[in-house]
């Protein structure tokens, strides 16, 4: 099926399909389909990227000009796929979820980026569609060969009895936590240890929020993305604090067990009301993270991010130095985890092996 090979070109965060409505009746775009088959016209293909930027222009760290997805479109997906029309739209990251459902209810999209946690809540609503019997039909694509065999099975890949693959991934990774060698030498603060607890990054956060010694400028000892869809960096936080959120299956919500006001929990959301007072205003909205990973960084420590700024500002920029600058160290969750600590490992493991080198 068209779709699952254009899925099997991309690598990101997860995405599923959704082909037909929920309950698997017609939607506007099926009869849209039918009508373009029957005149001889392209068939026009719904694809809603979160957080995607679709016009090209300049980007705001790096200065310079960088490709949006309807570029992309003209160049990549229409010489691979020159009868089909696809057509890229977004939503911003920002109450991402509700802005998806309401899409997915009026039929807006065949498919979609979204958070994998997601994932199997849409398909219990009825909002999309199972992989499964699409992959069972194309016999053309054989999945072990485009994406690690255990993904699968994944809670964030299938539904909640684990019987339908809904996703397909788009990103992988993993959290981790990133200080700027440079700020932490500016303050004369000791880096952090190759496992830190929250107790340390919290002490040495507070010893740099102020006007930097060095530059005088305004410095943050850390950063969170506050507005994150699901509190992620909750995750390894209450790992490292013994706390236990919930326990049972969210398909049978009614036997779920919370936990939440346990002393462990509750120890664990303190740390977060305390770390705020560190963090810049706009962390709440997801802001203020422009600089990070560039030579005006002003943030010390980044707490349950990842490297993908830093690494694209290296690759624009040429400037390798950055690399040395900051500083990668192990999460707070159990033996240095964090939300998703396999995931990464896995794509990166399946993707240096014989088998996708050689495809």
Known sequence: MLTHRFDSQHHGRQ???????????????????????????????NVLIVGATLED???????????????????????????????????????????LQTTLMSNGTDLFTMGGAFIPEYYKEGLMQSL???????????????????FKTHPNCTSYDGTQLLTLPWQCGNRIIIYDKQIFDDWGVEYLSEYPTPEEILEKTSQ?????PRTGAQNYGLYMAANTLNMDYVV?????????????NFGDPANLQ??????EMVETIQWVV???????????????AENWGTENNDIAIYFNGNGVSIMNNVRNTGDESLLERFEPTMNV???????????????????TGDDAQTA
């Open 15 to 45: 995405h599923a399909e959704r082909l037909r409505g929920g309950g698997g009746s017609s939607t506007g775009s099926d009869k849209s389909s039918a009508n373009n088959a029957a005149s001889g016209s392209k068939t026009t293909f």
């Open 57 to 99: 222009g300049i980007n705001p760290t790096t200065k310079r000009e960088a490709e949006g997805f309807n570029t992309y479109a003209k160049n990549q997906v229409k010489e691979a796929f020159p009868e089909i029309d696809v057509v890229f739209n977004t939503i911003p990251w920002d109450n991402a979820s509700a802005k």
């Open 132 to 150: 499964t019997p699409f992959l069972e039909a194309d016999t053309e694509y054989v999945y072990e060969e485009n994406f690690p065999a255990n």
């Open 208 to 212: 740099m929020t102020g006007t930097n």
């Open 236 to 248: 390894p936080l209450s790992e490292a604090f013994g706390a236990t959120e919930c326990t049972g």
């Open 258 to 263: 919370w936990s939440l006001n346990s002393p």
């Open 274 to 288: 305390d770390a705020m007072k560190f963090v810049p205003p706009a962390a709440s909205t997801g802001q203020s």
């Open 333 to 351: 969750g159990t033996d240095g985890g964090n939300w998703t600590p396999v995931d990464g490992m896995g794509m990166a493991s399946y993707l």
